[in-house]
């Protein structure tokens, strides 16, 4: 894609997300749990989350962001995720926790995040997180500055490469010591994107390639 041609693609966009969204139809071709378990409302006691899936000109690309998180035995210790976290008591909305999280983990400046569409909410029972995935877009490639508490790597990948048929494999995951799984997950570089984050950015994929390619 010319640089020219990526405000026209962010505009497309962003005017797709006024229509319905395929939802949990592009969920459930990434899920390495039965559907059922997605659908089943959230408990009471559940807690809200806030994801940013960032889109930004790379050369002449446009590419998207991914964090390794640090290996601190919690749920999601060192699996590969966007940006984003718990919606806290000073947060004023989902959205406003998903780019503060954004800049905090990675130094992205919440200033300069355009948000053009929100994502279907998804479920996680692991966790008892019910996540809202916001879709933004920088003019620009940020300069990060990854948190070293929370993030042993910045994964940068071209959209482009997301689309590509061979990227979507079924992987073997180690999920606990003693239990490993059989999951659909995006392989760039080499990389394991799987459950939740693989889930969302499939629906992110569907409304992309409903659009001109890129």
Same mark, same amino acid.
């Given at each position: 894609m010319n640089p020219s041609d990526l405000p026209q693609?962010?505009? !497309?966009? @962003?005017q797709r997300f006024l229509s319905p969204l395929?939802? $949990? #139809? =592009?969920? #459930?071709?990434?899920?390495? !749990?039965? /559907?059922?378990? !997605?659908?089943?409302?959230?408990?009471? +006691?559940? !807690? $809200?989350?806030?994801?940013?899936?960032l889109l930004y000109p790379s050369g002449d690309e446009i590419s998207i962001v991914f964090m390794k998180r640090t290996e601190d035995g919690?749920?999601?210790?060192g699996q590969i995720s966007f940006p984003g976290g718990k919606v806290e008591s000073f947060d004023a909305s989902p959205m406003q926790a998903a780019v503060r999280e954004a800049e905090e983990e990675l130094g992205i400046p919440q200033s300069e995040v355009h948000i053009i569409g929100q994502l279907s909410t998804l479920y996680i029972p692991p966790s008892n997180f019910l996540v809202y995935p916001f879709v933004g877009y920088m003019d620009h490639a940020p300069n990060f500055v990854p948190s070293h508490l929370e993030v042993a790597k910045v994964i940068e990948v071209p959209l482009p490469t997301l689309l590509e048929p061979q990227m979507l494999q079924q992987v073997a995951i180690k999920v606990r010591q003693n239990? +490993?799984? @059989? =999951?659909p #997950?995006? /392989?760039p570089d080499g990389h394991v994107i799987w459950g939740?984050?693989?889930?969302?950015? +499939?629906?992110l994929l569907v409304l992309i390639r409903e659009l001109e390619p890129i």
């Open positions: 693609f962010i505009s !497309r966009l @962003q395929p939802g $949990k #139809a =592009a969920q #459930a071709m990434l899920t390495s !749990r039965p /559907i059922e378990d !997605r659908l089943t409302p959230p408990p009471p +006691n559940h !807690r $809200k989350g806030g994801v940013l899936a919690k749920v999601h210790s239990l +490993n799984i @059989q =999951a #997950a995006f /392989i939740a984050t693989a889930m969302i950015l +499939n629906e």
